[in-house]
């Protein structure tokens, strides 16, 4: 994986902002961070935005994002997990399964560990429809399957009032 870092103008992001967005629609992206900074001589976005390497281009179509490589090992399962289930309701509804979350909405719900339905309908993209029809379903996977955050330890929440 690899890093890039951009620093666009809040306020007049014009060309700062065309470069970013070339480089996020011609990169194989799987994260992106930022930060809003504040100074004396302005006030600017200061974007960090992960990547894959350039595959060869025999192998993987531009943009398309092999999640063995973006997920630890304990993360792809619970995903495999999440896409097995999101196959199934599909195929019972006859609806294509990105109708009910795309891979990189189910990536996200693994990545962030979400552990709740308002947690869940944080994710881009998700709303309150499909949070009332599917959130359930796919929350009781992420629970069953759920990984302490490092440095937390198994059942550390109990001890909370």
Same mark, same amino acid.
């Given at each position: 994986?690899?890093?890039?870092?951009?620093? %666009?103008?809040?306020?007049?992001?014009?060309?700062? +902002?065309?470069?970013?967005?070339?480089?996020?629609? &011609?990169?194989?992206? /799987?994260? %992106?961070?930022?930060?809003?900074?504040?100074?004396?001589?302005?006030?600017?976005?200061?974007?960090?935005? &992960?990547?894959?390497?350039?595959?060869?281009?025999?192998? %993987?179509?531009?943009?398309?994002?092999?999640?063995?490589?973006?997920?630890?090992? /304990?993360?792809?399962?619970?995903?495999?997990?999440? @896409?097995?289930?999101?196959? #199934?309701?599909?195929?019972? +509804?006859?609806?294509?399964?990105?109708?009910?979350?795309?891979? +990189?909405?189910?990536?996200?719900?693994? @990545?962030? @560990?979400? /552990?709740?339905?308002?947690?869940?309908?944080?994710?881009?993209?998700?709303?309150?429809?499909?949070?009332?029809?599917?959130?359930?379903?796919?929350?009781?996977?992420? %629970?069953? &399957?759920?990984?302490?955050?490092?440095? &937390? #330890?198994?059942? /550390?929440?109990?001890?909370? #009032?």
């Amino acid at each position: 994986m690899r890093l890039k870092f951009f620093t %666009v103008p809040a306020l007049d992001p014009g060309a700062a +902002e065309e470069d970013l967005n070339r480089f996020l629609g &011609s990169h194989r992206v /799987s994260g %992106v961070d930022r930060h809003l900074v504040t100074e004396a001589n302005g006030v600017y976005w200061s974007v960090c935005v &992960s990547y894959l390497a350039a595959p060869d281009s025999a192998q %993987v179509k531009p943009g398309k994002i092999d999640y063995r490589e973006v997920l630890s090992e /304990s993360e792809f399962k619970v995903f495999a997990k999440l @896409r097995t289930l999101r196959k #199934s309701l599909a195929e019972q +509804e006859g609806v294509p399964a990105y109708a009910l979350f795309t891979n +990189e909405q189910l990536a996200a719900m693994v @990545r962030q @560990r979400v /552990s709740t339905l308002r947690d869940m309908g944080e994710i881009q993209g998700i709303g309150e429809a499909r949070l009332a029809k599917y959130g359930l379903a796919f929350l009781t996977v992420l %629970v069953q &399957s759920e990984t302490p955050r490092p440095g &937390s #330890s198994v059942g /550390s929440d109990q001890n909370r #009032s």
